[in-house]
């Protein structure tokens, strides 16, 4: 009888400490598994293709890893838009493919590296979530520009949204300030 009770508790003992290291590295896996998920759909969806200045390198132009998700270079100044909108052009793109002109004016592609003064650093996962979703910058200022697919914000569920918004902050954060839109002509 004794050693059953000391089996019993042994047993006891093991199944509460299992149950509270589950408890304890759960929401670690969890954080995992929503960063990797936010990385499958940052690269799936080609958030880089615009949002990472491109460099022509050996076979062609391509994102410049260096500058991964960092926006529109501040050193690559556009100071108006094209006139575009005679004949079948509507838009154009710079070199960098992270400035867009069009009859909206100019957009530039934001830094979306945790950089707290010139990135994502200082937004809390609501106003991410919140701008994409009113496709407003911090979920209730100035519209998003063209080319910012809105339906990102009106496909992805507030768990993909989450998981992007994760990823991004385990990015290195790179201090690159974007200008703000310029007006059109």
Same mark, same amino acid.
């Given at each position: &009888?004794?050693?059953?009770?000391?089996?019993?508790?042994?047993?006891?003992?093991?199944?509460?400490?299992?149950?509270? #290291?589950?408890?304890?590295?759960?929401?670690?896996?969890?954080?995992?598994?929503?960063?990797?998920?936010?990385?499958?759909?940052?690269?799936?969806? #080609?958030?880089?293709?615009?949002?990472?200045?491109?460099?022509?390198?050996?076979?062609?132009?391509?994102?410049?890893?260096?500058?991964?998700?960092?926006?529109?270079?501040?050193?690559?100044?556009?100071?108006?838009?094209?006139?575009? #909108?005679?004949?079948?052009?509507?838009?154009?793109?710079?070199?960098?493919?992270?400035?867009?002109? #069009?009859?909206?004016?100019?957009?530039?592609?934001?830094?979306?590296?945790?950089?707290?003064?010139?990135?994502?650093?200082?937004?809390?996962?609501?106003?991410?979530?919140?701008?994409?979703?009113?496709?407003?910058?911090?979920?209730?200022?100035?519209?998003?520009?063209?080319?910012?697919?809105? &339906?990102?914000?009106?496909?992805?569920?507030?768990?993909?949204?989450?998981?992007?918004?994760?990823?991004?902050?385990?990015?290195?954060?790179?201090?690159?300030?974007?200008?703000?839109?310029?007006?059109?002509?």
């Amino acid at each position: &009888m004794r050693l059953l009770l000391v089996c019993l508790i042994a047993l006891l003992g093991i199944g509460l400490s299992l149950v509270l #290291g589950e408890a304890e590295s759960e929401p670690g896996v969890a954080a995992q598994d929503r960063v990797a998920r936010g990385r499958y759909l940052v690269k799936s969806i #080609g958030c880089a293709d615009c949002h990472s200045p491109w460099v022509m390198g050996p076979n062609g132009p391509h994102p410049d890893p260096d500058r991964d998700l960092s926006g529109h270079p501040a050193d690559l100044v556009i100071e108006a838009p094209l006139a575009l #909108g005679e004949g079948p052009w509507g838009l154009a793109a710079s070199r960098t493919m992270t400035a867009w002109s #069009g009859p909206w004016g100019v957009s530039f592609t934001r830094n979306l590296t945790p950089d707290p003064e010139t990135g994502l650093g200082e937004w809390s996962e609501d106003e991410f979530v919140a701008t994409l979703r009113n496709m407003r910058h911090r979920g209730i200022g100035r519209p998003l520009l063209p080319p910012m697919p809105p &339906m990102y914000g009106q496909n992805l569920t507030d768990e993909d949204l989450k998981s992007i918004y994760a990823y991004l902050r385990t990015i290195p954060p790179v201090k690159n300030r974007v200008p703000t839109p310029l007006p059109p002509r």
